[in-house]
């Protein structure tokens, strides 16, 4: 069966471990979700740059997969990112297979990061690829479960 469960999950791009995916996992490639992943509310954190920056340096290919057809050239031109799907209908498995063709790796040497369990960690885990979750602590959803489970727990007032 498939699963929604990613391999890790992390509250940020920035928290991930290069030196555990490169040398315990053997990860060789990272393909990132865009919006809410690299990028929130139109911006890219320090953070997340020093990581592709980091990545980078340590011999990682990086790549994009998004169902975005407005991923940001500037950004991307920025990041120096060449290797691109825009509107790639995740979580078909598909666009990971054919974007880990294009990275020139095994998709078991490839790391999918992204914030969304259907698109990206569904998808991921389908094509065989090692799932990172990002939770995006910002999201609506993620405030609503707090809020339930906060209301379950007899906290009826929450600002």
Not at 7 to 30: A, C, F, M, P, Q
Not at 79 to 85: E, G, V
Not at 122 to 140: E, F, R, T, V
């Amino acid at each position: 069966m498939i699963s929604f469960t990613p391999k890790e999950t992390y509250r940020r791009v920035s928290d991930i471990s290069l030196d555990y995916l490169i040398n315990d996992i053997n990860i060789k490639g990272l393909i990132f979700d865009f919006d809410g992943t690299l990028i929130s509310k139109r911006k890219i954190s320090i953070e997340t740059l020093n990581f592709i920056k980091k990545a980078k340096e340590s011999g990682l290919k990086i790549s994009i997969l998004s169902n975005n057809i407005y991923v940001s050239n500037t950004i991307l031109k920025a990041l120096n990112i060449t290797t691109t799907k825009k509107f790639a209908l995740k979580p078909l498995k598909k666009p990971f297979l054919d974007m880990a063709k294009r990275m020139k790796l095994s998709p078991n040497k490839i790391a999918v990061i992204g914030n969304n369990r259907i698109s990206d960690i569904l998808g991921a885990n389908h094509a065989g690829l090692y799932s990172i979750y990002i939770q995006n602590m910002d999201s609506i959803l993620f405030k609503n479960k707090i809020k339930n489970k906060l209301k379950n727990i007899g906290i009826k007032h929450i600002d």
